[in-house]
């Protein structure tokens, strides 16, 4: 059974702008009345949220045609399910209150999905599964089964957060070891662009679990850029030194 919401309070938590009656949910027990100017700035921020994400996902899907780009069948598997728990989670604990904050797990996983499809039925990808990759959807499969159970939503979603992290361990430590990499920067800027983005909204609402959600996003993705720098870095000090 699913943990029901607890009733909403608005005792204190009433407050309306002299400029404007359009009213905004601050977090699940308070509404506040925000500015037009404030309402224009929250719709620049989705659509940059949307942008972005869907510039990442259509370089990503181009990489993949031309062969530029070999992901795992297994991995996106993963991060498919992990996102859609994510945002679960994240629904069962805000409710339809909560979309506005939840907009970039929203998108991200929207994009998951649809890259996991195209890898399906991509030829010459690898579709095994590693022993890390089954420990890893098995553990999602796992916490899901368990919020099931106890209805424990923002328990869940921190474990599936922490998964999501490990799960980043295999590509982080071939960036290390590889000479070269397939990974396009380009992509991972974008997303971490849209997460920085997706995170201002559940700043201003102090919205937990979206901001946890954003906040590992970010880390992740600058730490895959971070070793792509790298990487170019010592080929190009190695493509000097050969030329001394």
């Known amino acids: 059974m699913l943990a029901g919401r607890s009733p909403q309070t608005k005792a204190g938590a009433e ?17 506040y009345y925000r500015s037009p100017g404030m309402l224009i700035l929250t719709l620049f921020i989705q659509i940059a949220i949307v942008v972005c994400i869907v510039m990442y996902t259509s370089i990503y899907l181009h ?15 993963f ?6 728990l994510s945002f679960i989670t994240n629904f069962s604990e ?17 994009a998951s999905l649809l890259i996991f499809i195209v890898v399906l039925f991509t030829k010459g990808l690898r579709k095994s599964f590693t022993v890390f990759e089954a420990v890893c959807v098995g553990a ?16 869940a979603h921190l474990c599936l957060q922490v998964i999501l992290v490990i799960a980043y361990l295999p590509t982080l430590v071939h960036l290390w070891n590889a000479r070269e990499s397939s ?8 997303n971490a662009l849209a997460a920085v983005f997706g ?14 959600y954003g906040i590992r996003s970010i880390i992740s993705c600058l730490a895959v850029i971070l070793l792509i720098v ?10 000097r030194s050969s030329l001394l």
């Open 230 to 239: 790298r990487q170019r870095i010592r080929r190009s000090q190695a493509v």
């Open 15 to 31: 407050r309306r702008s002299a400029k404007s009656n359009c009213p905004v949910r601050l977090s699940s027990n308070i509404v």
């Open 79 to 84: 991060f498919s399910v992990a996102t859609v």
């Open 183 to 190: 990974e396009p920067p380009t992509t991972w800027s974008l």
């Open 140 to 155: 999602v499969i796992l916490i899901f089964v368990t919020w099931l159970l106890s209805g424990q939503n923002i328990l």
């Open 94 to 110: 805000s409710g339809v209150q909560g979309v506005l904050e939840n907009s970039y797990n929203i998108v991200d996983t929207l």
């Open 63 to 77: 990489g993949i045609t031309r062969g530029t780009v070999k992901p795992v069948l297994a991995t996106w598997l």
């Open 199 to 212: 995170i201002i909204e559940p700043i201003r609402s102090h919205d937990f679990l979206p901001l946890i």
